[in-house]
């Protein structure tokens, strides 16, 4: 489930922007969920490694550094 533009809006608004652009927030949406997306083949490479179909809070941890 990527995250919505809606989300980054909402997001950005909290972070004191005034008003945003569709293709400020668009592009922001996608960094953020190919981020995700990296981050998360890592952590399940890792769990994987540890031969666990759980991914651990110490895997996501790990595939960020």
Same mark, same amino acid.
């Given at each position: 489930?990527?995250?919505?533009? %809606?989300? #980054?809006?909402?997001?950005?608004?909290?972070?004191?922007?005034?008003? #945003?652009?569709?293709?400020?927030?668009?592009? &922001?949406?996608?960094?953020?969920?190919?981020? %995700?997306?990296? &981050?998360?083949?890592?952590?399940?490479? &890792?769990?994987?490694?540890? $031969?666990?179909?759980?991914?651990?809070?110490?895997?996501?941890?790990?595939?960020? $550094?």
């Amino acid at each position: 489930m990527p995250i919505s533009k %809606a989300a #980054i809006k909402k997001i950005l608004k909290e972070s004191g922007a005034e008003r #945003i652009s569709d293709p400020a927030a668009m592009e &922001l949406t996608d960094i953020i969920n190919k981020f %995700a997306y990296s &981050l998360s083949k890592k952590a399940v490479s &890792l769990a994987a490694h540890a $031969k666990r179909k759980t991914i651990k809070r110490s895997d996501v941890d790990l595939a960020k $550094k």
